[in-house]
């Protein structure tokens, strides 16, 4: 992530992520379930939203400690003078004093609420900040100090001997450890000359407990009355190092990744993952269920029949574009008897009886089938019978059901209307507007009773197993095979009556009206030739279909769902919440690997940070 395109794709994921999160907690009935995500999302991208600033903004420094510590007096010492209120009475620092240089200071991002007080800093790129006590009685002192620490970079956590297991203290190390960069300071230490290297010892137990790793860039022991000894001067020297704004921006880098652990660590996805694991069981119940019904209704000779029937006409009709440029007339004449024929069976189905208008609604259904493309789906669906589509509505029905018991039925797209008329796929040529103003009028003089929903969902299914089929067909030796030979003989052949009329015309030598019938017939025999070898292949192809186990699978495939499928709310909820979840983890392993292979900082000043699984980066 040390990139600067790579740094920006990062920023517009986690943009991303933060409006996927809003959203899904707006329109969650439980918006617990994602809000502890949206806040950490939120405060990331709130400090981290412009990447231009990681190396102009000053390194914040703030100053970390219990009531009676010697904190102030610490900040004092560090900036060479008394600035910041010394005191028996605790506590004695009730606003934050800020050392800030000159140049500095148009760059200070803390909120005016705060009320800081602002002194003149010896270093420019270094903002030191006096915090209030975490431990103090007065509970605003702990609220402006954890505000303080989402503007902070490094903080240097002020401890004396007497306090180092100070329990409020040691919760706000624990909430920050592993977003900040951390100096530790043992403060007061000339009152324990005789017990220092016991306090070290002690001191650095504990820190390691949290999951720092404690070293001689990190941990002082010093006296706040004494600047000129023990680690004092060591710590003068590590914090008051010029930093380029290179190593400003690197160090800014690093704190953002650690943000982005924290804003994306994996157990905040828990809840969503069980609610995913429910929807997955619900959805697997139901489609247990509805296999069933399949079952049931394509064991039935006349729907096995009608299904292989309407997907054998859908195969031919994909064909036409993957067949070549020799057999596509063949293949689309023999597409359009078939659909003259299918239509007529359809009409048939629908007649009730000999009559003028039923034999006129017979006529009309044959030839529109023919002249548009249209596939008869109805033809399965009559087949299928009524119960088949009760059931539909009733898997449907209890889907949406499933999302209002676990709060999610807002997630869920808006149900749309269904054609009366949806069995259709685009047809393979352009139909004329009066061929589809003469089918809005035969609908609405003939209407058929057929549920549109189980049509729409019957005409997905036969489709995509209609062009996934089609495209099998000439795979393989045997398909590559068919495809030469069934355009091999009428090219040749055309091939070949061209350079005979070529030749006559080059000799000037006429050929006689026998020349031109024998040339036909002989192309037209080379054209049946190859629409055998076409059809032989298609044919052992569609008696090898299976309609139970085929409709089956495309049905309750995971990659298909169609708009009226019953199960499409289930399943694009579901997929929503896996995709949220996936994108955050995405983000996490990418910070990971960032954080785990960083770009090394060019100075020591920057601290000690733990990690989530109890190691730190110290430096």
Partial sequence: MSGRGELEYTYRCLRDLHQEASYLRDRMRDASLVQEIFQRLDMTLARWGNPEELGRRPIHLLFLGGTGVGKSELFNALVGRSVSPVSPIRPSTHQPYIAVAPDDQPLLDFPPEFQPVLVKGNVSGLILVDAPDIDSLMTDHLQTTEKLLEHTDIVLLVVDPDKRANFDVHRQIRQWATRLRWYFVLNKMDLYEHDMAEIREDFDRRLAEIGFTPNENNRFLLSAKYPERYDFPRLRKILFTPRSPEGRRLLRRDIFVRHLLYGTAPELLQPIAQKIQALQAAETKLTQWMHQRYLEALNRPEVAGAFRQVLGESIWGHLIRDCGLFMKLPVWVRHRLGLLMLGYQVGRLTMGGVSVFGLLRLGVSAL????????????????????????????????????????????????????????????????????????????????????????????????????????????????????????????????????????????????????????????????????????????????????????????????????????????????????????????????????????????????????????????
């Fill in 368 to 619: 529109l089938t023919a002249i548009q493309g249209l596939l008869p789906y109805r033809k399965i669906v009559f087949a299928l019978g009524p119960e088949f589509s009760n059931d539909l509505e009733q898997v449907q029905v209890e889907a949406r059901r499933v999302l209002e018991d676990y709060g999610l039925e807002k997630l869920a797209p808006p149900e749309k209307s269904v054609p009366d008329s949806p069995d259709r796929r685009e047809p393979s040529s352009a139909a004329t507007s009066w061929i589809e103003e003469l089918e809005n009028v035969f609908n609405k003089i003939f209407p058929l009773d057929v549920p549109p929903r189980t049509l729409a969902l019957v005409q997905s299914a036969v489709d995509q197993m209609a062009e996934d089929t089609s495209r099998n067909i000439f795979r393989g030796l045997g398909g590559r095979l068919t495809w030469i030979l069934a355009n091999l003989f009428p090219a040749g052949m055309l091939a070949w009556i061209l350079y005979r009329l070529g030749k006559a015309w080059w000799d000037e030598y006429y050929p006689s009206g026998a020349f031109y019938g024998n040339a036909l017939g002989l192309l037209a025999i080379c054209f049946l030739i190859g629409y055998w070898f076409l059809t032989r292949r298609v044919y052992r192809r569609i008696r090898n279909i299976q309609p139970q186990q085929m409709l089956i699978r495309y049905l309750t495939a995971e990659d298909f769902c169609p708009t009226d499928s019953p199960f499409r709310a289930l399943r694009e909820v579901r997929c929503r919440l896996e995709n949220f979840c996936r994108e955050v983890t995405q983000l996490h392993d990418r910070a990971c690997q960032a954080l785990g292979q960083p770009k090394p900082l060019p100075f020591a000043g920057v601290g000690t940070a733990a990690t989530a699984e109890g190691k730190s980066d110290a430096q």
